[in-house]
Structure formats: C-alpha cells, structure tokens
C-alpha cells in the first residue's frame, strides 16, 4: 500500500497488477535510487524462487505528498476503504 498520485480524486484506490507494475516508466532521482520495478526485477534476479511471486500495488490517492501529521479526510476514508477490500481479498483466498 502506498500514497500515489496520478490526478484522480484524492481517496481514490488504485491497484496495479503485476505487469503493469513491471511496465511503470523509470524514473530516477540519482545513480544509487531504484524504482520499485527496478527493485523487484533485481529482487527476482538475486531469488530467482520469487519468479512465480506475482505482485500487486494497492494504492490511495492524495492531493499532496508532503512531510506532516495527520490525513486529510478523504484519504482517512480511503484507508478505511482499503483496509476492508484488503481484508476481503484475504479471506476469499
């Protein structure tokens, strides 16, 4: 789970399958910063096991992502949303 921000309406969920998160654009802040597909494919290279991991980002919108405390209340939401579709997705499995 992570804060995401693409444009959508700040609480909006996001998930991203696997492929898609293999296929995310690279964008690097320096020559020792990794992107998260970066880190799972050489994660998949020095565990080859882990080929048959298949993962999946679930995400909550924001308006912003800035040092401080608390959430706004649209994003309080989305967790609350999140965690119950979170918990359903483990007890189906």
């Known amino acids: ?4 921000t693409s ?5 909006t ?3 991203v399958g ?3 998160l293999l296929q995310e654009p690279q964008h690097h802040a320096s020559a020792h910063t990794l992107s998260l597909p970066e880190s799972l494919r ?5 565990c ?4 048959s991991v298949r993962y999946e980002l679930w995400g909550i919108e924001v308006a912003t992502a800035s040092c ?5 209340p649209a994003v309080a939401a989305g967790v609350e949303r999140l965690l119950a579709e979170m918990l359903r997705s483990l007890a189906s499995r």
Do not use: C, Y
């Not at 050489?42 to 020095?46: D, K």
């Not at 080859?48 to 080929?51: F, G, I, N, S």
């Not at 401080?68 to 706004?72: H, K, N, R, V």
């Open 1 to 4: 789970m992570d804060a995401v």
């Open 7 to 11: 444009g959508a309406t700040p609480g």
């Open 13 to 15: 969920l996001p998930r």
């Open 18 to 20: 696997h492929e898609q």
């Open 42 to 46: 050489w994660l998949e290279l020095a």
């Open 48 to 51: 080859p096991e882990l080929a």
């Open 68 to 72: 401080g405390e608390g959430l706004s």
